[in-house]
């Protein structure tokens, strides 16, 4: 029950501190997902189609090298795991 807690607060959070981002600083990261999302078929063309991108470190440091900004997604449950 605790995780899903916090998976729903990152799903609400997160669209709110990219669009802060982007309207009071102009900058837009791009989330990366872990790659085993991407080998999924229509999960990983879901993604896609929100701007996620595949989280290996070519796509990364392609672009990271152009400029862009990154986000990368925190799991909660592997911090549970931890504490």
Do not use: N
């Amino acid at each position: 029950m605790f995780l899903d807690v916090l998976l729903l607060k990152q799903a609400l959070e997160v669209p709110l501190l990219i669009y802060e981002l982007y309207k009071q600083k102009h900058i837009f990261p791009r989330a990366m997902g872990d790659h085993t999302h991407f080998k999924i078929p229509v999960w990983g063309k879901i993604l896609s189609a929100f701007g996620v991108v595949d989280g290996t470190r070519e796509i990364c440091g392609k672009i990271l090298s152009r400029g862009y900004c990154l986000l990368p997604c925190v799991y909660y449950f592997i911090i549970l795991s931890l504490v």
